[in-house]
């Protein structure tokens, strides 16, 4: 069993990366207010990611930021990558928090974000090969739903969404199933959230699903509203291979809560919000890229053979 460590999280599994954070609003190329929650992929040999970038007028889109290492040396493209189309209404006040998974199947990146109509936000997919031109599919489900992505193949015939509704007050993680990416059914909850606990009053999918040998890791944030304002945080569960609405192992505690002073102080204090991840497969370290009070990314990293043995400890 792993101890908690003087921060409060479980010692070991999550490393912050020293050079943290490692995107800023003063590295942009253009004036912004923040740079977080951020899609993660490897991309042509290189890591990629689609930072949420909210500009002065508090609307957001996504912007490309590449590294060789994953690490240090950003790219940042010199202009926006994926604005509102206004050819989708539900994309009126900005596009959020992306999860990109690559869809062998297809050939194509699919990015999973949300959009912010003039109602409340639901979950839009758009399909790319190279992140500069991208084919949207549009919206999936309708309002009010956040935190999705897709897997990256089918079970069944069948592509599976994970994404997360608010129905009755209550957000739950749910899954939903298609034949063609377009008409969603057999709607599920697969992780609820648990009343009384760190994660009592939300949950919602982290970064993309990660298949490993013993499952798909998911990486969620759990939310528990405090007197001073929601404590975001991060739990782990680990799904079946095959039939991944099965919930196989679910840990008690977080493994990553904000203490640091960029978790601690932004727009937004008190929130660490994984949205993307890479995993070297050589080393078998997996990189977290996650918003801090949703200001800045921030890198933490992880040796994925740890994660799989702490959760499988783990009781449902
Ligand atoms: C969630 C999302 C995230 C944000 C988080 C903390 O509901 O809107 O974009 O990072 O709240 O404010």
Same mark, same amino acid.
């Given at each position: 069993m792993l101890d908690a460590a003087s921060n409060g999280d479980v010692r070991s599994l999550f490393h912050r990366y020293p050079g943290n954070p490692i995107l800023t609003s003063s590295l942009w190329p253009y004036p912004?207010?923040? $740079? !977080?929650? &951020?899609?993660? *992929?490897? !991309?042509? /040999?290189e890591t990629l990611l689609l930072v949420r970038v909210e500009d002065l007028r508090g609307f957001s889109h996504l912007t490309v930021a590449k590294s060789k290492d994953g690490k240090t040396n950003w790219r940042i493209s010199p202009g926006p990558t994926l604005q509102p189309d206004d050819g989708f209404q539900e994309e009126q006040y900005g596009l959020e928090d992306p999860r990109i998974v690559y869809l062998s199947e297809e050939g194509k990146?699919?990015?999973t974000y949300v959009s912010f109509s003039g109602e409340s936000p639901l979950i839009s997919l758009a399909m790319t090969e190279d992140f500069n031109s991208f084919h949207r599919v549009g919206s999936l489900l309708p309002p009010e739903d956040k935190d999705a992505c897709l897997f990256p193949r089918r079970f +069944?015939?069948?592509?599976? @969404?994970?994404?997360? &509704?608010?129905?009755?007050?209550e957000a739950h993680i749910w899954m939903c199933f298609s034949p063609d990416l377009r008409h969603w059914g057999d709607h599920r909850v697969v992780i609820a959230r648990r009343a009384r606990w760190w994660d009592c009053h +939300?949950?919602?999918l982290g970064t993309q699903p990660i298949? *490993? &040998?013993?499952?798909? @890791?998911?990486?969620?944030?759990?939310?528990r509203v405090a007197a001073s304002g929601s404590l975001y945080r991060v739990g782990l569960a680990l799904l079946d291979l095959e039939e991944p609405w099965k919930v196989m192992c679910r840990c008690d505690q977080w493994v990553l809560s904000p203490t640091t002073a960029y978790e601690q102080v932004g727009d937004v204090p008190?929130? $660490? !919000? &994984? *949205? /993307?991840a890479v995993l070297d497969r050589n080393s078998n370290q997996?990189?977290?890229y996650y918003g801090a009070a949703d200001k800045v990314v921030a890198l933490a990293t992880a040796d994925l053979g740890e994660i799989i043995d702490f959760l499988k400890e783990c009781r449902l």
């Open positions: 912004v207010n923040a $740079v !977080f929650n &951020p899609g993660a *992929t490897e !991309f042509q /040999g990146y699919a990015i +069944k015939d069948r592509f599976v @969404l994970i994404h997360r &509704p608010i129905i009755r007050s +939300k949950v919602g298949e *490993t &040998p013993d499952g798909w @890791l998911i990486i969620y944030h759990g939310v008190g929130v $660490v !919000f &994984p *949205t /993307g997996l990189r977290i």
